[in-house]
């Protein structure tokens, strides 16, 4: 990996045309994993300690902004699809001189580390979908009671805002496991800060979702080995859609969490820090 940054000290590179910011945690001499986080959420979403802990498992742990969130180039007035966020990880990895990685995507994360496997294999050694779905209608529907949340406006105030990603993940977390009320105040707080307007980004980004449709012939073409991490709480995204990601992806491994929703508990960073790490060792070496 070229030296473009040192640990934990976040840094912009050109990449597919824009451009995105990142860090780093690990030593760079290990195979890269890199993190793709959901829908209208940044880097510092993905907790500084389950970086620390995926490094401590052998990886150089690459955290990253999809466009339209945090640091990253914000595309007012663009229409842009799945396929252009995929060739933004892809050009993310070039720019940091990285041939192949080992991908981690959640939400609609886990849709562009699947499209990236599907059309570009040679860049994936691995690939862990998490609390995703193929986008096949009925499957990984969002439960009707967060309707509500999802036409509320935006927050003014860094406080309104913490305030109401508490409120948010009260319903969305996962029941089975203690919540992190800390982490998510803190995470929030240094999102606002770094994306106070960040709601134009998140619908342009919802729009390349629904617009992708339904993807499993297309997971079908996947050849990387997978492991389908899915809560069995999730009202974001009902399980049936982790067990239709696994079911279209020869070779798969699907773990079910009990009691996970669509966040991630610390309570159940063990399981998931294995089972990505474990499958990671089934990618071909040299």
Do not use: K
Not at 41 to 56: G, M, S, T
Not at 121 to 132: K, Q
Not at 185 to 212: C, K, N
Not at 221 to 229: E, G, N, Q, Y
Request: overall charge positive.
């Amino acid at each position: 990996m070229r030296d473009h940054t040192t640990n934990d000290t976040q840094q912009i590179v050109r990449a597919n045309g824009i451009e995105l910011c990142y860090d780093t945690f690990g030593d760079p001499r290990q195979p890269v994993l890199l993190l793709i986080m959901g829908l209208g959420f940044q880097l510092v979403h993905w907790p500084d300690e389950f970086c620390r802990r995926l490094a401590e498992r052998g990886f150089l742990v690459v955290r990253f902004d999809n466009r339209d969130a945090g640091r990253s180039t914000h595309l007012p007035g663009a229409d842009y699809a799945l396929t252009d966020l995929a060739a933004d990880t892809t050009g993310l990895l070039d720019a940091l001189g990285v041939d192949r990685a080992h991908l981690v995507g959640a939400s609609m994360g886990g849709m562009i580390a699947q499209v990236v496997a599907a059309l570009h294999p040679a860049r994936v050694l691995s690939l862990a979908s998490l609390m995703s779905t193929t986008g096949r209608r009925g499957r990984g529907r969002t439960s009707p009671r967060l309707i509500r949340h999802a036409f509320s406006r935006g927050a003014r105030t860094e406080q309104h805002a913490v305030e109401r990603r508490v409120r948010l993940f009260g319903t969305i977390g996962s029941p089975g496991f203690e919540q992190d009320v800390d982490e998510i105040r803190r995470a929030t707080a240094l999102s606002f800060r770094r994306d106070p307007d960040h709601r134009e980004g998140r619908r342009r980004q919802h729009r390349a979702v629904r617009a992708a449709g339904d993807r499993t012939d297309q997971l079908a073409r996947i050849t990387a080995p997978t492991v389908v991490i899915h809560g069995t709480a999730d009202l974001v995204c009902h399980h049936s859609g982790g067990e239709a990601t696994a079911a279209a992806i020869s070779g798969a491994r699907l773990l079910l969490i009990p009691g996970m929703g669509h966040d991630l508990p610390p309570g159940a960073w063990p399981t998931i820090i294995d089972a990505i790490a474990d499958n990671a060792r089934r990618a071909p070496q040299g």
